[in-house]
């Protein structure tokens, strides 16, 4: 099983509506949980980051933390073509600033205009 | 405040030879990452330095390796290099602060003829 799993798609949605991008992790003990969009060509960009159960909202952008089934979600809601990347979930198993990270492989996202 | 800085932006080597890669995190972070990225393995975690001392290591083979200078600046060298080394290498530069958040500078895109 690997450790960060996500759905490779593509993803698409039309323009205007809410894109829902899936993640599960392996490790129970993980901390913190990052959500980075990545455009073709491009290093990854960090868009949001979670780390207790429940929803943060920024923005168009809302991340769900789920630990009791380890999982963690990003919501865009009003998809613009702007949005069409690839979204990079990670995850940090470390603690008080050390690093242990593990990305997934990223889902891609299309908004047709 | 600047971003985070990496040089060169694009490199051609041949088998066999070695390449050194620099990066400049952002004023302040005293943590770096090194990342590989390929299109059929996604991110793959190569070492993290902090304070001149690598405090963790992803399962790459010892061709690979890095240092940390005190201004924080940080080196990947690889040597004798392979077709499948092909890859673009991303730093990431760590805050160190609350659950710790990544900033990717723009990568080096290596390409081994």
């Known amino acids: 099983q690997k450790e960060v799993e996500q759905n490779s798609g593509p993803l698409s949605v039309p323009e205007g509506a809410i894109a829902s991008l899936n993640c599960t992790y392996s490790?129970?003990?993980?901390?913190?949980f990052f959500w980075y969009r990545q455009y073709s060509g491009k290093s990854p960009e960090l868009i949001m980051f979670?780390?207790?159960?429940g929803d943060k909202e920024d923005g168009r952008f809302t991340a769900q933390l789920n630990k009791a089934s380890q999982y963690v979600s990003l919501l865009i809601r009003d998809s613009q073509p702007s949005d069409s990347a690839t979204y990079l979930c990670?995850?940090?198993?470390?603690?008080?600033?050390?690093?242990?990270?593990?990305f997934g492989t990223g889902t891609k996202l299309q908004v047709i205009p | 405040k600047a971003g985070v800085t990496q040089t060169p932006r694009y490199l051609i080597k041949t088998r066999g030879q070695q390449v050194t890669l620099s990066c400049s995190p952002i004023s302040g972070h005293r943590s770096v990452s090194w990342y590989q990225q390929t299109p059929g393995q996604g991110l793959q975690f190569l070492f993290e330095y902090f304070s001149e001392t690598q405090r963790n290591k992803g399962n790459f083979p010892g061709r690979f390796s890095g240092r940390q200078f005190s201004n924080s600046r940080s080196e990947m060298n690889v040597s004798t290099l392979e077709l499948g080394d092909s890859a673009l290498y991303l730093c990431a530069s760590n805050s160190g602060l609350g659950h710790n958040e990544q900033f990717f500078g723009p990568g080096t895109r290596l390409t081994v003829l």
């Open positions: 490790d129970r003990g993980s901390q913190s």
């Open positions: 990670a995850v940090n198993l470390g603690s008080g600033g050390y690093q242990k990270v593990t």
């Open positions: 979670i780390y207790s159960n």
